[in-house]
């Protein structure tokens, strides 16, 4: 079974810099997924992560303001470009379980404040 | 397209009650994975139970329970004997077989059991 670090834990940024949120699995997985959960809403996937090639964004999602890098089988990470207020979320990395069952592990999430 | 929908969005309940949680989907998909997760305030996911939609099966797990009608595309999650400790945000997910680990999502149902 897969486990997920993820880090950092929260953070403060001002407007118009970058985060970069890493997530490493503990095992190796193919596909790796990035969630962002607004105030008060539900997750919402922004970009599936595959090793040796580009992610795939889903709509809405475009890959200037979330660049994300998937240079192994254990470990990609998440950047938050240019930031806005609006980029206040909770970002969550997810990896499956077992190729078979669809059952996901997810980390502990990034608390994202911009001011 | 699939949608996951919670219709309640906050429920309150005395401690020792039991409280049903509801789930209604829509997938085109023959073959997918339902899931329950329970998010505390802390922020972290936690996995509750994963359904594949070849077992209608009803799953009892404590004072848990989860009660799936492919008739009527709901997956609905009674808690009983509610405790103080049961208070989050459950959120309810649809998952195809062929990407293991991407989900799609409910809004989300806040349960707050009062003491």
């Known amino acids: 079974s897969a486990v997920i670090s993820q880090k950092p834990s929260r953070d403060i940024c001002q407007r118009g810099t970058s985060l970069t949120i890493q997530c490493q699995v503990d095992?190796?997985?193919?596909?790796m997924f990035w969630y962002r959960q607004q105030p008060g809403q539900s997750l919402t996937l922004i970009a599936t992560?595959?090793?040796?090639?580009?992610?795939?964004?889903e709509s809405g999602f475009v890959i200037d303001k979330f660049p994300i890098s998937r240079p192994n089988l254990t470990f990609s990470t998440l950047t938050v470009s240019n930031m806005s207020p609006e980029d206040s979320s909770i970002y969550l990395c997810?990896?499956?379980?077992?190729?078979?069952?669809?059952?996901?592990?997810f980390g502990q999430g990034t608390r994202l404040t911009v001011v | 397209a699939q949608k996951v929908t919670q219709a309640q969005t906050e429920i309150s309940v005395v401690e020792k009650e039991d409280v049903t949680l509801d789930c209604v989907y829509e997938?085109?998909?023959?073959?997918?994975?339902l899931f329950w997760y329970k998010q505390p305030p802390s922020g972290e996911l936690v996995f509750l139970i994963r359904?594949?939609?070849?077992?209608?099966q009803n799953e009892i797990s404590g004072r848990y329970s989860w009660n799936f009608q492919k008739s009527t595309s709901s997956f609905n999650f009674t808690i009983t004997a509610s405790q103080v400790v049961d208070s989050a945000v459950y959120f309810c997910?649809?998952?195809?077989?062929?990407?293991?680990?991407?989900?799609?999502f409910g809004d989300g149902t806040t349960l707050t059991v009062k003491p």
């Open positions: 997938t085109r998909d023959t073959t997918y994975y």
């Open positions: 095992s190796q997985v193919t596909m």
């Open positions: 997910a649809l998952s195809e077989v062929a990407n293991a680990g991407k989900s799609t």
């Open positions: 359904r594949n939609s070849f077992d209608e």
């Open positions: 997810s990896a499956p379980k077992h190729q078979f069952t669809n059952e996901a592990f």
């Open positions: 992560a595959n090793q040796g090639s580009e992610a795939t964004y």
